[in-house]
């Protein structure tokens, strides 16, 4: 299994390192060059949806790499990552991917007070640790699966082989969710 972390901007390190723990070989997509190699599956960090939305133009990787998802490619996508994927965002009238059937509100819980940990349960994987960094919600689903609740609010989302998370993975001990998804990726390559 050979997984590209989007590497523009956010934790492409600390997620290359924790799929590598899980077994999966890694590698950077900084430009387009990269891309033209084959992966089986495409891991969107966090940073800032705005930026990473216009580098990805600017890079002319927008177009393949959107193909690449409609197709059917696996996507594990985490904060700005989830915004990426949505069809709509409540709070900005900017659409980037869209393939995700959802609206998510971006810096959703304030900024000042927008980063927080707690513990919640996963769709079938019982309680994971939960970094949110001023983090989005998702705020309607119109055919995401929602798989995980922070008070009330949708914070991880499932659509076929796409997985989003409100929060940050990468930067808790726990392995679960990376697992999750690198299942979906073994089935996708089967
Ligand atoms: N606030 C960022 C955005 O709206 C997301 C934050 C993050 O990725 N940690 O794009």
């Given at each position: 299994m050979k997984i590209a972390v989007?590497?523009?901007?956010?934790d492409f390190a600390e997620h290359r390192k924790k799929l590598e723990e899980c077994g999966a070989e890694t590698f950077e997509i900084r430009?387009?060059?990269?891309?033209?190699t084959e992966f089986d599956g495409l891991v969107l960090p966090g940073g800032e949806s705005t930026v990473i939305g216009k580098l990805l133009h600017e890079l002319d990787i927008y177009d393949i790499l959107k193909e690449k998802i409609e197709a059917g490619m696996p996507v594990f996508a985490t904060c700005a990552g989830m915004i990426l994927l949505a069809e709509k965002i409540e709070n900005d009238d900017k659409v980037h991917?869209?393939?995700?059937h959802m609206t998510v509100k971006r810096n959703a819980y304030g900024r000042q007070l927008g980063s927080f940990r707690t513990d919640a349960a996963v769709k079938g994987l019982g309680e994971v640790p939960m970094t949110f960094i001023r983090a989005p919600y998702i705020?309607?689903?119109?055919g995401a699966e929602v798989l995980a609740y922070v008070e009330g609010k949708a914070v991880a989302a499932r659509e076929e082989n796409q997985v989003a998370l409100?929060?940050?993975?990468?930067?808790?001990?726990?392995?679960d969710i990376y697992r999750y998804w690198l299942d979906i990726v073994k089935n996708y390559t089967k």
């Open positions: 989007l590497a523009l901007q956010g430009q387009k060059k990269d891309i033209m991917f869209g393939t995700m705020a309607d689903t119109n409100a929060f940050h993975p990468e930067l808790d001990e726990n392995n």
